[in-house]
């Protein structure tokens, strides 16, 4: 955004702040006819500043997924690697269900398809991967689990308890099932 008009970067911020309050409302499928009408701007210059509605649900939760990265980068200093890798599954899932949307822009190919480096999918996959080997290399979860495996888990207990009424506690349970799975001495 450096060297952009103030204008447009006002526009920018504007935008993004609609844009969130929106997604928080109708989840990753919010119009974005409707985001341009809510900030009074035109959907040109909506898809001028997000090109696409990926790179629109990207900007959307950029600082969030920043705070989980650091969370999984302080995790990775915890003695118990399982309790770390869980807790900050447990966070991304709780995150995910509570901004709606984020499972969209995560519910992915495994991690080289189109993303940037700085995109969602791949800083989430890098910070839990980090977790995971530790839990791995202390052999308190299985070796054959990759990141993407535990993603898809997270992204598919989102999206399937998005709709019931109280979507934390169905999601709380399938979670706690799921873990029960991963643990080192399951095969």
Same mark, same amino acid.
Not at 22 to 47: D, K
Not at 64 to 89: N, Y
Not at 178 to 186: C, S
């Given at each position: 955004?450096?060297?952009?008009?103030?204008?447009?970067?006002?526009?920018?911020?504007?935008?993004?702040?609609?844009?969130?309050?929106?997604?928080?409302?109708?989840?990753?499928?919010?119009? &974005?006819?409707?985001?341009?009408?809510?900030?009074?701007?035109?959907?040109?210059?909506?898809?001028?500043?997000?090109?696409?509605?990926?790179?629109?649900?990207?900007?959307?939760?950029?600082?969030?997924?920043?705070?989980?990265?650091?969370?999984?980068?302080?995790?990775?200093?915890?003695?118990?690697?399982?309790?770390?890798?869980?807790?900050?599954?447990?966070?991304?899932?709780? %995150?995910?269900?509570?901004?709606?949307?984020?499972?969209?822009?995560?519910? %992915?190919?495994?991690?080289?398809?189109?993303?940037?480096?700085?995109?969602?999918?791949?800083?989430?996959?890098?910070?839990?991967?980090?977790?995971?080997?530790?839990?791995?290399?202390?052999?308190?979860?299985?070796?054959?689990?990759?990141?993407?495996?535990? &993603?898809?888990?997270?992204?598919?207990?989102?999206?399937?308890?998005?709709? %019931?009424?109280?979507?934390?506690?169905?999601?709380?349970?399938?979670?706690?099932?799921?873990?029960?799975?991963?643990?080192?001495?399951?095969?």
């Amino acid at each position: 955004m450096t060297g952009q008009r103030s204008d447009a970067r006002r526009n920018y911020t504007h935008i993004l702040a609609v844009a969130e309050a929106e997604v928080a409302a109708q989840g990753a499928q919010a119009s &974005l006819e409707q985001i341009a009408r809510i900030a009074g701007v035109g959907s040109a210059t909506v898809r001028r500043h997000f090109p696409t509605r990926k790179a629109l649900l990207e900007a959307v939760f950029k600082q969030r997924v920043h705070d989980l990265c650091d969370r999984a980068r302080t995790l990775c200093g915890e003695q118990d690697s399982r309790s770390a890798l869980v807790e900050w599954l447990r966070e991304l899932l709780a %995150y995910s269900i509570a901004a709606r949307g984020l499972a969209d822009v995560l519910s %992915y190919q495994p991690l080289q398809d189109e993303a940037t480096q700085d995109s969602c999918a791949p800083a989430i996959g890098a910070a839990g991967a980090s977790l995971l080997r530790k839990a791995i290399d202390d052999r308190t979860v299985r070796a054959d689990i990759t990141i993407d495996d535990l &993603l898809v888990l997270i992204v598919g207990i989102a999206l399937a308890t998005e709709n %019931y009424t109280e979507p934390a506690i169905q999601a709380d349970r399938a979670f706690r099932l799921a873990v029960a799975g991963f643990a080192a001495n399951n095969t």
